[in-house]
């Protein structure tokens, strides 16, 4: 069975940092991409940064410059560093990873929240 558990969330300061990480156990075969995903309260869920199994980024236009995706192929470990935090960066951050079979995998969340 496959699980996908995301760790770092919290609460911090407007400018502040977090790192979150994401490890996925089971069998997961042909992945394609990884990313993190976020929901804030009464928004539909976007893509917040995908990478892709050969290094690829790409990433919403809200967060560029201030966040970085990283993977570690071996360990199947997505990384999300966020700096210059915002409080509309606030919401619910979900891991996710797409292989090549077209199955989608998604972590149970993980609480951020960008507040003085």
């Known amino acids: 069975q496959v699980q996908l558990v995301e760790s770092g969330g919290g609460l911090v300061q407007p400018g502040g940092s977090l790192r979150l990480s994401c490890a996925a156990s089971?069998?997961?075969?042909?992945?394609?991409?990884m990313g993190w995903y976020r929901q804030a309260p009464g928004k539909e869920r976007e893509l917040v940064a995908g990478?892709?199994?050969?290094?690829?980024?790409n990433y919403a236009d809200s967060v560029k410059g201030r966040f970085s995706i990283s993977s570690d192929n071996a360990k199947n470990t997505v990384y999300l560093q966020m700096n210059s935090l915002k409080p509309e960066d606030t919401g619910v951050y979900y891991c996710?990873?797409?292989?090549?079979?077209?199955?989608?995998?998604w972590g149970q969340g993980t609480q951020v929240t960008v507040s003085s």
């Open positions: 996710n990873i797409y292989n090549n079979y077209a199955q989608n995998y």
């Open positions: 089971g069998s997961i075969f042909r992945i394609a991409t």
């Open positions: 990478i892709t199994r050969g290094g690829s980024t």
